[in-house]
């Protein structure tokens, strides 16, 4: 079975702190995918990585980067933590082909007070 | 514009009434594919159904089923006598080559709440 596992799945942090969300995955996915899932809003996404080393914006990058040192491990960085950035994120991962579905890890719900 | 939506927000329906999910979507590739997925209370997205734009047959998997109409650009989704363990979000999305990359879009969901 493929697994996507994220790091945490709940975490309080405060407004200004950098914080980490971690995602690994476990089957020589290319794809790496970062979503942030609000109501009403659906998921959208944030940063997408194609290779290691590689990544590209999507929609709502602002306020994030991400890293991809090794191919099954992707974060994702909130450099200053905002209160806006209160939601649930989601790690996904896929074959390079765009065929192909994307899996998901279980998520984490990110409160920042 | 590439765009998924998904017109319900929730539906509640009681145990064993069939039900009908809807997605609109959006594109001028003439080549994408088309994704259920469903999210449980646990959190986790979980893949239900892959269909291409080049492939129009209706597909049904035990009380699962998919209409999909390039005609109209809806991909449908209708749950047969539907259980309580249905209860979740359903997320349709929209999968192009766009740009060197590949684009997965997602709808806003339906949450579906089946009542005993």
């Known amino acids: 079975d493929v697994k996507v596992t994220q790091s945490s799945r709940y975490l309080v942090k405060r407004t200004g702190e950098k914080v980490f969300l971690e995602c690994v995955q476990d089957?020589?996915?290319?794809?790496m995918f970062w979503y942030r899932q609000d109501p009403g809003l659906g998921l959208r996404l944030i940063y997408f990585s194609y290779d290691v080393k590689m990544k590209e914006k999507g929609d709502i990058p602002e306020g994030y980067s991400v890293s991809r040192e090794k191919k099954e491990r992707f974060s994702l960085i909130l450099e200053s933590a905002s209160t806006n950035q209160t939601s649930m994120y989601l790690c996904?991962?896929?074959?390079?082909?765009?065929?192909?579905?994307?899996?998901f890890g279980q998520g984490t719900r990110l409160t920042v007070v | 514009a590439q765009k998924v939506t998904q017109a319900q927000t929730e539906i509640s329906v009681v145990e064993k009434e069939d039900v009908t999910l809807d997605c609109v979507y959006e594109t001028r590739d003439t080549t994408y594919y088309l994704f259920w997925y469903k999210q449980p209370p646990s959190g986790e997205l979980v893949f239900l159904i892959r269909?291409?734009?080049?492939?129009?047959q209706n597909e049904i998997s035990g009380r699962y089923s998919w209409n999909f109409q390039k005609s109209t650009s809806s991909f449908n989704f209708t749950i047969t006598a539907s259980q309580v363990v249905d209860s979740a979000v359903y997320f349709c999305a929209l999968s192009l080559f766009s740009g060197g990359y590949n684009k997965l879009i997602f709808g806003a969901g339906t949450r579906l709440a089946v009542h005993p």
């Open positions: 996904a991962s896929s074959l390079q082909s765009w065929s192909t579905e994307a899996f």
């Open positions: 089957m020589d996915h290319e794809n």
């Open positions: 269909r291409n734009s080049f492939d129009e």
